[in-house]
């Protein structure tokens, strides 16, 4: 009965063993990765193409300094709402703690109540087609930056980052949404035309709750959303204050908290 314990006990060891190792190689053949529990990534990892990771709800992925998650395959990272997926630095957090997750020309991929914090930049999406629902991007540089897409966002929390969303030639469906308490809530830095930001709160950011970039001539929808203000035209930067540069088409607009939550 003893050898038998002990070999119980020693295949529950290898199961831990194998958990905790998953960040460092993809050793299995399988078309689908799948990470569980707490998975620590000590160097960059990349999911190549063909491949799906498929992370489970109460995950924690702890990231050491300068690391990445490079996703080239796909991402189904689908916590639940008492079951949040957290992506965070391994030590104690601060800005920048860790570098990114990187969707790069990815397969159709899905965050659903995640939480991403102390970040370079939270979640760097190239030419994606990326959903992301319910989750929160937080304390770092820049929370969600995303060039091109289309990305669908919905009922997400963007806070306490130097920029909360960066889009360059972004196309992005935004809806039911707070950016508060950032820097600059949402920066389009270019070919801003492809936005589409509706329904969603956008209030307390130090500089600007919309910054319209330099190199941007088109103009962003953004009707039907709350300013924490009743001009919200003091909140934005963009042809009121710069020529040459697009509008924010802010109206009409809410006069109180959109109550997504």
Same mark, same amino acid.
């Given at each position: 009965?003893?050898?038998?314990?002990? +070999?119980?006990?020693?295949?529950?060891?290898?199961?831990?063993?194998?958990?905790?190792?998953?960040?460092?190689?993809?050793?299995?053949?399988?078309?689908?990765?799948?990470? $569980?529990?707490?998975?620590?990534?000590?160097?960059?990892?990349?999911?190549?193409?063909?491949?799906?990771?498929?992370?489970?709800?109460?995950?924690?992925?702890?990231?050491?300094? %300068?690391?990445?998650?490079?996703?080239?395959?796909?991402?189904?990272?689908?916590?639940?709402?008492?079951?949040?997926?957290?992506?965070?630095?391994?030590?104690?957090?601060?800005?920048?703690?860790?570098?990114?997750?990187?969707?790069?020309?990815? %397969?159709?991929?899905?965050?659903?109540?995640?939480?991403?914090?102390?970040?370079?930049?939270?979640?760097?999406?190239?030419?994606?087609?990326?959903?992301?629902?319910?989750?929160?991007?937080?304390?770092?540089?820049?929370?969600?930056?995303?060039?091109?897409?289309?990305?669908?966002?919905?009922?997400?929390?963007?806070? %306490?980052?130097?920029?909360?969303?960066?889009?360059? $030639? +972004?196309?992005?469906?935004?809806?039911?949404?707070?950016?508060?308490?950032?820097?600059?809530?949402?920066?389009?830095?270019?070919?801003?035309? +492809?936005?589409?930001?509706?329904?969603?709160?956008?209030?307390?950011?130090?500089?600007?709750?919309?910054?319209? +970039?330099?190199?941007?001539?088109?103009?962003?929808?953004?009707?039907?959303?709350?300013?924490?203000?009743?001009?919200?035209?003091?909140?934005?930067?963009?042809?009121?204050?710069?020529?040459?540069?697009?509008?924010?088409?802010?109206?009409?607009?809410?006069?109180?908290?959109?109550?997504? $939550?």
């Amino acid at each position: 009965m003893k050898i038998f314990a002990h +070999g119980i006990l020693l295949i529950l060891v290898l199961i831990l063993a194998d958990v905790a190792l998953a960040a460092d190689s993809e050793s299995t053949k399988s078309r689908t990765i799948v990470w $569980q529990g707490t998975v620590q990534i000590k160097k960059s990892y990349t999911v190549h193409k063909g491949k799906i990771l498929e992370i489970r709800p109460g995950s924690r992925i702890l990231f050491s300094k %300068g690391t990445s998650l490079v996703v080239k395959g796909t991402l189904k990272a689908v916590g639940l709402k008492s079951e949040e997926i957290v992506f965070t630095s391994a030590k104690k957090g601060t800005t920048a703690s860790w570098h990114e997750i990187m969707l790069d020309s990815a %397969g159709d991929s899905v965050m659903e109540h995640c939480t991403i914090e102390n970040a370079t930049w939270g979640v760097h999406s190239h030419d994606t087609n990326l959903s992301l629902t319910a989750c929160t991007i937080r304390n770092s540089e820049v929370g969600l930056r995303f060039r091109s897409g289309p990305l669908t966002i919905s009922k997400c929390r963007f806070t %306490g980052n130097k920029i909360g969303l960066r889009s360059y $030639q +972004g196309i992005a469906q935004i809806a039911e949404s707070d950016f508060t308490d950032n820097e600059i809530g949402i920066f389009v830095r270019e070919k801003g035309s +492809g936005l589409d930001i509706t329904r969603s709160n956008l209030f307390n950011n130090s500089n600007y709750n919309i910054r319209i +970039g330099d190199f941007n001539n088109e103009d962003v929808k953004a009707s039907g959303n709350w300013w924490g203000t009743e001009n919200p035209s003091a909140t934005i930067c963009d042809a009121r204050n710069e020529p040459d540069i697009g509008l924010v088409l802010f109206e009409p607009f809410s006069n109180e908290r959109i109550p997504w $939550q």
